[in-house]
């Protein structure tokens, strides 16, 4: 744990992502056809467009740590036989720069699913191996609500921590992975950085910008408490299920662009030459989702619909001291086709008590 | 827990001494089905061993495990035999979906894919202990109750009495199970009562389906029911047995959802905050009063 | 549009008080249209049942949501439904009457008025954050934001489909086809690869889709042996894409919804566009929804329809 911030001019950032990506994949919000995800950079490449300045993602940073699909392991059959082989891709240390607060708190949420007994090898690979440097935001937007949720964007988790401010990135270190990239960055190039620990005036001026405009923004206030004090049967119950879900066309998008879905399939291709099992993302929005050869227990898009915000607000919560499985960054309110999102949700079942 | 003794909140170090003491809960190992008996027309019980021969892993009764034929599919089933015995685990599957008609057709020595245990079982060392007990099941419901009756009639002396409740529609669809016949009503302190739906040439056992059969047996109030069949006969009978004075904190029963990981991850199996595939299969009823009705 | 059994804004009422009136003389027992959201921008499809729900009914510049797939289930309910459909709404809605998916006897169709459905996306992409408020003010839009007022042109923010509306002076709607048609094999192949390996096959663009109503889709269907949920790389997905197009070509009435919805800017409207070019250059041209009752141009079969080997005389640019 380092209390050191170090400061690099915004017009050489370039040479700090050479740095990192010297010896490891480094991924930053890149533009790819108009949108940006975090892809790969590749410094021989000058046409890549790092956006630091949109503040999300369209797919979150979850991809990162939880891939929407991946190879688990494959198998050969040869008359009655059965080989297993162990096919899974070995995971290399990368480094994913500019997460925002929102999705830095995510991988909290979804560590209590997949390092919780049994561990899931995949996913905690990737954590291992994966250093998270986030970005503090200076635009939040009006669809933000990280603040309901304890997080701070003017200070974001992370293994390092940074904020663009009075033209300068700073860079703090928050934990042993954080000061390991630090110390290396520093080893190669000792004045790759500045020293400006005791002179961050600017950057808590900055800091304090952002905190003020998160108190301006029309979703400050937002209180989910109504769902930490009903019963569960009450809140399935809520009559108002079924005019929330009427709306919602039953795609993945939401699941698929939140930071704290976790939900999976695991399905079998035939390769003709083997049969490779992989895991893939999949959405309880979907009709299929938990079809049984003998029936369904969610048939219609009502169930389906509860099923995902029950989870996000009284499920998830239940097993995890009350911690709530969204983050507020937001991305259902932008995507979604109808508009419906977990805002209006939790406003319309939590009635009053939650406006 | 993580044997390398790590605390996984913080993620602080480096895993970098790997995870390869970790058994990876998704993959599977080998089984091998070494019988196949015919149990109705649409039950078959698969006998499966690893390939060296005893059990894949060890487990408890009211455990479940995923089967798969790679390509095919992947599914939970609740293992029929009993931990007690070591040479082998069974599998009673009926026949209604992709994965199991392709099981129906297989012949011995096939080999399929296995992992688990997965879920909680039966409470047989905790709650079951000292009761008499009431097993009460309805068709394939008997698959997992197998498990149980043989693991308390192995270690008998831990129990009181054990009565077994058996219902299906007809006669051949009665699991066709030597135990069932010929071992468990010659046991001392045990008794088998069989039912079938409706009447038929040669059957001349009881008629009737299994909530009002339970009621007809009169039971006495201070046993311990452990449940199993489709979900509507579940409801009738646990109806049946409240009207007699059981309370719900006396049934145990075991349900049946999708599952896809059998760890408590897929996000596919649950029931308001509880994952059968992990917090069940087994519940005790009255815990699922407290859950949403949706299963 | 030739059906007469149709509400149509004669009086010039608002649009809101047209909804008023149909519930309150009780010629439908339902309304489908648009619920205001928790922002301004993001109202959402929405059935009223009585006069005290349409206090949250809205009919705005952000109602750019086509309402008529919502009818193939809400019309097999009892009672029957008003749906409020704008110009181009009006072709998806014969369309699915066309092909029996909206049972039309319980379905009171309402013409109403529109000049243009906003993007908040592409108001979000000119870098303006913090959104408050939007007021038009003739061509421009003044734009209230956390950050201070802003301002752009109407036109810039238009949705994709309004820039070329069927029932206004619009553009050429396949101008950007003749781009992309003009283009070499590589650089098409460039276009399209870097736009659908974007795609999260998130299904948004498949189950909004007026022309999408099977009951089991192909993808969903793991007896199909295409149900793949993950790809082997990146641009796999244009196999669900272009199988897709197909399914839909000579039904498709250019809704522009595929694009609308898709999360991450896919202009997927422009794969049925070049569909909707060829068949007009192959069959005459066919607007599909343009009533309820005529044969599409692969639903018929006329002795000079063109032969297969038109693709060969055609070519294409390589």
Known sequence: ?355 | MCSCSCSHEGHEHDHNHGHEHHADALIPVIGVVTDIRVDTPDVKTFRVTAPEGGICFEYMPGQCAMLSIPAVGEAMFSITSSPTNREFMEFSIKKCGTLTDWLHQIEPEQELTIRGPYGNGFPVDDALAGQDLLFIAGGIGLAPLRSVINYCLHHRDRYGSIDIVYGARSSSDLVDIDELKNIWPTLENTNVHLTIDREEEGWDGHVGFVPSYVKELDFSLDKTVLLCGPPIMIKFTLASLQEMGFDKTQVYTTMELKMKCGVGKCGRCNIGSKYVCKDGPVFRCDELDELPDEY | ?318
């Open chain 3, 1 to 318: 549009m030739q059906n007469a059994d149709r509400e149509i804004n004669k009086e010039k009422i608002s649009v809101a008080e047209m909804a008023k009136q149909i519930l309150e003389q009780g010629r439908a027992d339902r309304l489908m249209g648009w619920k205001r959201g928790e922002f301004f921008y993001d109202n959402s499809p929405a059935v009223f049942e009585n006069l005290s729900e349409l206090d949250d009914f809205v009919y705005d510049l952000f109602c750019g949501s086509n309402l008529s797939k919502f009818l193939v289930k809400e019309s097999r309910k009892d009672g029957k439904i008003a749906v409020l459909l704008k110009p181009c709404d009006r072709y998806s809605f014969n369309q699915l009457v066309k092909e029996h998916r909206i049972i039309k006897d319980n379905v009171l169709p309402v013409e109403i008025d529109c000049d243009g459905m906003l993007d908040i996306d592409k108001i979000r992409a000119l870098g303006i954050k913090g959104i408050k408020k939007i007021t038009v003010d003739g061509d421009q839009l003044q734009i209230d934001t956390v950050y201070g007022p802003k301002t752009c042109a109407r036109e810039d923010v238009l949705l994709m489909k309004c820039l070329t509306c069927k029932d206004r002076v619009g553009g050429d709607r396949f101008e950007l086809v003749k781009e992309i048609e003009a283009m070499s094999s590589v650089e098409r192949y460039e276009f399209w690869r870097s736009e659908l390996s974007k795609c999260i096959r998130c299904n948004a663009c498949r189950n909004v889709c007026p022309a999408c109503t099977c009951e089991k889709c192909v993808f969903d269907n793991d007896k199909s042996g295409i149900a793949n949920k993950a790809n082997t790389d990146s641009f796999e997905e244009s196999l669900y894409h272009m199988i897709r197009a197909f399914h839909v070509a000579g039904r498709c009435t250019d809704c522009g919804e595929c694009t609308r919805v898709c999360p991450q800017n896919i202009p997927l409207h422009l794969i049925n566009r070049k569909i909707i070019k060829d068949l007009n250059e192959f069959y005459g041209e066919y607007q599909a929804g343009e009533d309820d009752f005529s044969k599409g141009p692969l639903t018929r079969f006329d002795l000079d329809d063109v032969e297969p080997d038109i693709v060969m005389e055609r070519g294409g640019n390589k």
């Open chain 1, 1 to 355: 744990m380092s209390a050191q911030i170090l400061t690099v001019k915004m017009e050489n950032i370039g040479n700090l992502f050479k740095a990192i990506a010297a010896d490891q994949k480094l991924y930053l919000p890149l533009e790819q056809a108009g949108q940006v995800q975090f892809l790969p950079y590749d410094p021989a490449d000058d046409s890549q467009k790092v956006r630091l300045d949109v503040l999300n993602t369209v797919r979150s940073a979850k991809d990162l740590f939880f891939p929407q699909s991946e190879n688990m392991v494959a198998f050969k059959k040869q008359g009655k036989k059965i080989d297993i082989i162990e096919n899974r891709e070995k995971v290399e240390a990368f480094t994913v720069f500019g997460v925002r607060a929102c999705d830095a708190r995510s991988f909290d949420i979804l560590d209590r699913v997949f390092l919780s007994e049994p561990v899931d090898v995949s996913y905690a690979e990737r954590r291992a191996r994966g250093t998270v440097v986030t970005l503090a935001c200076n635009e939040p937007e009006e669809t933000c609500f990280c603040e309901t949720f304890g997080i701070d964007a003017a200070k974001p988790d992370g293994d390092i921590t940074t904020w663009i401010a009075d033209g300068l990135l700073w860079w703090q270190a928050n934990t042993n992975k954080g000061v390991k990239l630090t110390d290396k960055l520093l080893s190669v190039d000792a004045g790759l950085f500045v020293d400006s620990t005791g002179e961050a005036k600017a950057l808590e001026e900055q800091q304090e910008k952002i905190r003020e405009i998160i108190s301006q923004l029309p979703l400050h206030g937002l209180s989910l408490e109504y769902f930490h004090k009903e019963e569960l049967k009450t809140i399935f119950n809520s009559p108002k299920w079924q005019e929330l879900s009427e709306a919602c066309i039953g795609c993945g998008t939401c699941t698929f662009v939140c930071p704290t879905c976790q939900c999976y399939d695991i399905r079998d291709y035939d390769t003709g030459n083997g049969v490779q099992r992989y895991r893939c993302w999949d959405s309880c929005m979907y009709s299929d989702f938990v079809m049984m050869a003998h029936g369904n227990p969610r048939t219609s898009q009502v169930e389906r619909f509860r099923q995902r915000f029950m989870h996000k607000l009284v499920y998830y919560p239940a097993n995890n001291e009350g911690i709530f499985s969204c983050v507020g960054c937001g991305r259902c309110l932008a995507k979604c086709p109808s508009s419906m999102n977990i805002v209006k949700v939790a406003k319309t079942i939590g009635g009053e008590a939650n406006v």
